[in-house]
């Protein structure tokens, strides 16, 4: 039996609920869905610029959690880019 996952703390949640690119019909079903835990992992890192132990304090997780969280948003966000996807805010 798996441990159970640790709450993740967001202090900034996003205030839109995703995002479209221009020019094209998106299908919702092709819809890339951010976790809030990755939204949170990538605003910390990257737009208030913290060190990545900085920002897993802020979450409450440890510092490799943090850093497999980030990843897994950095290929999300990389993939509805080059797909030219919407990104939707998931729980």
């Not at 839109?16 to 995002?19: D, H, T």
């Not at 990843?71 to 290929?75: F, I, L, Q, V």
């Given at each position: 039996?798996?441990?159970q996952k640790?709450?993740?703390k967001?202090q900034?949640?996003p205030t839109?609920?995703?995002?479209k ?8 079903k092709?819809e890339?869905?951010?976790l809030?835990?990755e939204?949170?992992a990538?605003r910390?890192c990257?737009?208030e610029d913290l ?7 802020r ?5 490799p959690?943090l850093?497999?969280?980030y ?5 999300k ?5 080059s797909e030219g ?7």
């Open positions: 039996m798996s441990r640790k709450p993740r967001i900034g949640p839109v609920p995703g995002f690119p221009l020019g094209e019909k998106a299908d919702p092709d890339v869905r951010l809030m835990e939204y949170e990538i910390l990257d737009y060190f990545q132990e900085e920002a897993a304090e979450m409450g997780v440890s510092r959690t850093t497999r969280i990843d897994r948003a950095r290929k966000v990389a993939k509805a880019f996807k919407p990104i939707a805010f998931k729980d």
